[in-house]
């Protein structure tokens, strides 16, 4: 695949005139435009002085390698094979992909490329010409879009199953029916469990704390300690340290474990909003 590439003379970025006002709008729009003449094998590249740095373009002939060479690893296949079966396709006249492309800083942008194909009555290629033009900002800021509108599904369901869900705490006499939102934190004390209300009262229940870890995972509670489930929903302040402590509504301090440090800190971003 290379070898159809490195034939011929290196790219000339001028061998062909451009007038300013093109190379002037090509820099309004950040892209560049390349043109292969696949009658004699010769690239051209058009681009405005800050576009060629932005793309790491280097001065003077351009390597014939340069595309191949900056293509990302994971979407080098994708995008070399993708180009070479257009081409060798003769019912294509245009093709589009995107392929992250490396910077001349080693950092890597999103680069769309949209290729048109000048053809004889054959279907042969006579021209090439592609245009450049950089997506990144476009995809992070739809990523940014997805993961909001994932979090705000995820809020909007633990939002409802906490403010509607109750929970049947079993008595002497029968069962207290509490809407878990009312629920502070739950204290393993060996096979039974303390389960310490907002109001400050505690019911002692003769379940395992895992029989409440299971029940109230998926509603906002996390098991930050092998004796402690806290209502997320009821954290006050979280410390930094190996593994740091919360201090909960009604100022109680817990210990969160070193091995639950990190889910821990995952389900409160998104528990919580941040201006960060």
Known sequence: ???????????????????????????????????????????????????????????????????????????????????????????????????????PCGEYMVI?????????????????????????????????NRKLIRKDKTNEVLIQSIETFKLAIPTFDGFIFTYIKNICYCKASGNYTEITMVDGTIHVVSRTLKNYEDALGAHGFFRIHHSFLINLGHVKKYVRGDGGYVMMDDNKVIDVSKRKKEAFLVRLEGQFVSAA
């Open 1 to 103: 695949m290379r070898d159809s590439f490195n034939q011929g003379d290196p790219l000339k970025p001028h061998t062909i005139a451009a007038p300013d006002l093109f190379l002037s709008a090509l820099d309004t729009l950040s892209e560049a435009v390349w043109i292969i003449d696949h009658t004699t094998n010769q690239h051209h590249w058009f681009a405005s002085e800050r576009n060629k740095i932005k793309f790491g373009v280097p001065q003077g002939d351009i390597p014939k390698t340069f595309w191949l060479d900056n293509i990302h690893p994971d979407d080098w296949d994708y995008a070399v094979h993708g180009y070479q079966r257009a081409l060798e396709d003769p019912s294509i006249s245009c093709y589009g992909h995107e392929y992250r492309f490396k910077g």
């Open 112 to 144: 769309h490329d949209l290729i048109k194909f000048l053809r004889n009555s054959d279907g042969c290629v006579l021209h090439s010409i592609g245009t450049w033009r950089d997506i990144t900002l476009e995809r992070r800021l739809e990523e940014m």
